[in-house]
């Protein structure tokens, strides 16, 4: 009979433990939830703020390059239809190789970063 006893008391008095416990994991998760986030909009801002000054200056050398076409053919015509021509021809090239040039890199980026995060905090405790 003292058996049931002590059983009964250990978990009466581990029962807070227990909880502050489950509490605390879980506020661990939550935070290591908010530094990913926090994490992953900052690189969201960055390649948004990249591809923005990235097209500025694709803007920018296409003029530039259209205005030197223009000068060698005579012809303003011809000069920005062969830029666009090429801008066109670029840009076919860069959807054919999406897979390989963009979605592949970033999962493999965001797959070794997520993995990496979660091997430190691991080794943390």
């Known amino acids: 009979m003292s058996q049931p006893e ?3 008391s250990f978990l009466s008095e581990s029962k807070p ?3 502050e416990y489950l509490e605390t994991r879980l506020e661990i998760f939550r935070l290591q939830a908010i530094r990913l986030i926090s994490q992953s909009a900052g690189y969201l801002v960055w390649i948004l703020i990249s591809l923005f000054l990235l097209l500025l200056i694709m803007i920018f050398s296409g003029i530039v390059v259209g205005v030197w076409l223009s000068g060698l053919f005579h012809s303003y015509v011809a000069g920005f239809g062969l830029t666009t ?3 066109i021809v670029v840009f076919i090239l860069l959807a054919v190789f999406r897979n390989t040039l963009f ?3 970033v999962i493999g ?3 070794r970063r997520t ?3 979660f091997a430190t905090e691991e080794s943390d405790f």
Request: no cysteine.
């Open 109 to 111: 980026a965001i797959i």
């Open 17 to 19: 433990l227990v909880k």
């Open 115 to 117: 993995s990496e995060e």
């Open 85 to 87: 021509a090429i801008v």
């Open 6 to 8: 002590n059983i009964s």
């Open 103 to 105: 979605v592949n890199p």
